[in-house]
């Protein structure tokens, strides 16, 4: 009995908490999501762009991480923000700032290229950081700085211009150790992903094609802060790898503008004088963005496939990872073709390969949805290599930013076998079968010769795919797709130069290219619609209570609800002061089978 009335507390308990955080996001709901006007901008605003906030291409709809204030930003909207900004008289000016941002190469061109948009217009764009790196590399972090107009520098901040390394564990020595042995097999040589199982240090292969990687990164990195800086490439790459530069030797270098703290630099930019009626308000780019009207325009679907691609449909729930769901991206597609409304697709990609026969399935769709008579556009973000080459291949066009990791077009499988490492542990294993292929996944025994043969058919018949459908869908032949195949990756930059990908750019030259292939003049309104449908923040919650998610994910979330209620509860006598948004996304991971 005394059991049972702890289990009803329990439930009582779980159901308040739940319903006074519900009761919160709905306060929060109805408070953010108001209806907005453009009256509500102030006269005189500086826009101002927290670069160590996080970014994410899809909307992330966990209500818990919206209710714990943390900075985030839809990436697309910071660009379009950015864009309309830079013809917006209330607008005076862009403020950011940075200790270290997490952005990947490719995200830091796109908002580097949309600050020289919005500088190109006449307005000042000003970044202060209190560090960059801090006992860590701060290469990509100054990069991004360098499109700004003046760089501001914390005092006891540095530069931590230390250059680009690459590094690799290798495990096989350990392996070996505990008696395990890891059967894999790729194709081909440049497929590197299994080395760290096979090999106890960079193959010659490996090392060429990383070593390529790195000379190109670093091309774009020095021409692009001597473009910013107004250095020669030359100079600039007699200082990156002599870092970190302490806060007077940057600006002796040229580095910074001005050292300083943040309310000196905001002083500048935003005007505050002897005259305070003259000074700009700061204004939040995301809050901007919010505010503007919804653009009307020729419809075109925004389809977004971020993460590890896999069969079935993508994670929703709390604390879910960003995925790509073949399914879901499939059917999004699908409900693109039969909107009549819309006359062409957005398909933006970041993601570093998974399945591929879910590969195989979004290229199918996407092949369906160009002879449909609805052409389609790809945007490449970070990185869209193997299976996200796969689903890109196909379309239309293929827009990357010169720092877009891509192609790997390849394939690898294996599995690790612990015969004797149980050996070592005096556990012993019996079985039965039926089939003389039956064990062939079973960890406890290596492939045989017979196995052996079919992994190879199978391997040989995806590589022939993959390539045959890159050959046919980039007009490449297929000796020369060979050549730029066997795992190999490329930066967009290369990738251009050796017609792997159409142009280069973002965003804005994708959008472009969109006009293009659909016949809009180049100023055409457009109008993006996601689909499938961002998902209600309700949504997501009721999914969770149907058990949508893991109980570890959902006593997370109990958790989390209880360390935001206070905070929420406060709120509750404050309607007028809606709390900030924010939304959590972590980075993608490493997939086998077709991954990078």
Not at 29 to 50: G, I, N, Q, Y
Not at 511 to 539: N, S, T
Request: aromatic residues 6%; charged residues 20%; proline residues 4%.
């Amino acid at each position: 009995m005394r059991r049972f009335g702890r289990i009803v507390v329990l439930l009582l308990a779980s159901t308040g908490l739940l319903s006074l955080a519900l009761l919160g996001m709905g306060v929060w709901m109805a408070a953010h999501f108001s209806p907005r006007t453009e009256h509500d901008l102030p006269k005189r605003a500086v826009l101002s762009l927290d670069l160590d906030g996080k970014f994410s291409d899809v909307p992330d709809n966990d209500p818990l991480a919206v209710l714990s204030g943390e900075k985030a930003y839809g990436l697309h909207q910071v660009i379009d923000a950015m864009d309309h900004a830079a013809t917006d008289p209330r607008v005076v000016g862009l403020f950011a700032t940075m200790g270290h941002a997490s952005l990947g190469l490719g995200d830091v061109q796109e908002v580097r290229d949309a600050v020289a948009r919005f500088r190109a217009s006449g307005k000042p764009a000003l970044l202060f950081a209190e560090t960059m790196g801090e006992g860590g590399s701060g290469t990509l972090d100054y990069y991004l700085a360098s499109a700004f107009g003046q760089i501001w520098l914390q005092p006891s901040g540095d530069i931590g211009l230390t250059g680009m390394m690459a590094e690799s564990p290798f495990i096989k020595g350990t392996l070996d150790l505990l008696g395990i042995k890891a059967q894999f097999s790729g194709r081909h040589e440049y497929k590197s992903a299994i080395d760290m199982f096979t090999e106890t240090g960079f193959t010659a292969a490996h090392r060429e094609n990383l070593g390529r990687l790195m000379d190109s990164f670093s091309d774009q990195i020095a021409e692009g802060i001597a473009s910013g800086r107004k250095l020669t490439p030359d100079a600039v790459r007699g200082l990156v790898g002599k870092g970190p530069f302490l806060a007077s030797e940057a600006k002796a270098n040229g580095l910074v503008d001005q050292i300083g703290y943040r309310d000196a630099a905001w002083a500048v930019i935003a005007g505050d004088g002897a005259d305070k009626s003259k000074a700009a308000e700061e204004m939040d780019i995301a809050d901007y963005a919010a505010h503007l009207a919804d653009p009307h325009g020729t419809k075109v679907a925004l389809i977004t496939g971020s993460g590890a691609i896999h069969r079935g449909e993508s994670h929703h729930g709390f604390d879910a990872d960003a995925d790509f769901g073949a399914q879901t991206i499939a059917e999004a597609l699908r409900d693109a073709v039969d909107d009549d409304d819309v006359k062409a697709i957005l398909f933006r990609v970041d993601s570093p390969g998974g399945s591929y026969t879910a590969s195989d399935t979004v290229w199918h769709e996407v092949k369906r949805a160009r002879a449909s008579g609805k052409p389609v556009v790809v945007s490449m973000g970070n990185v869209a290599a193997s299976g996200g080459y796969f689903v890109s291949m196909a379309a239309d066009r293929i827009i990357a930013q010169p720092g877009t990791i891509t192609g790997s077009i390849g394939v690898f499988t294996g599995k690790m076998v612990l015969e004797d490492f149980w050996k070592k542990l005096g556990v012993s294993w019996d079985e039965m079968h039926r089939g003389d292929n039956a064990v062939m996944w079973s960890a406890n025994h290596a492939f045989s010769p017979q196995a052996q043969a079919r992994i190879d058919a199978l391997l040989d018949h995806i590589y022939a795919d993959f390539t045959g459908k890159a050959s046919d869908g980039r007009g490449i032949a297929a000796d020369k797709m060979d050549q730029l195949a066997r795992g190999r990756i490329w930066t967009g930059a290369d990738a251009k130069t050796l017609g792997l990908v159409d142009g280069l750019g973002g965003w804005h030259e994708a959008v472009a290219m969109v006009r293009e292939v659909a016949g809009l003049k180049p100023d055409a309104p457009v109008e993006l619609v996601d689909y499938p449908r961002p998902r209600k923040i309700w949504e997501v919650v009721a999914d969770a209570m149907a058990g949508g998610v893991t109980e570890r994910r959902q006593m997370a979330s109990l958790l989390k609800a209880a360390a935001v209620l206070q905070p929420v509860l406060a709120r509750l006598s404050i309607l007028s002061e809606p709390p900030g948004a924010a939304t959590l996304r972590l980075p993608p991971l490493d997939h086998a089978g077709a991954g990078k």
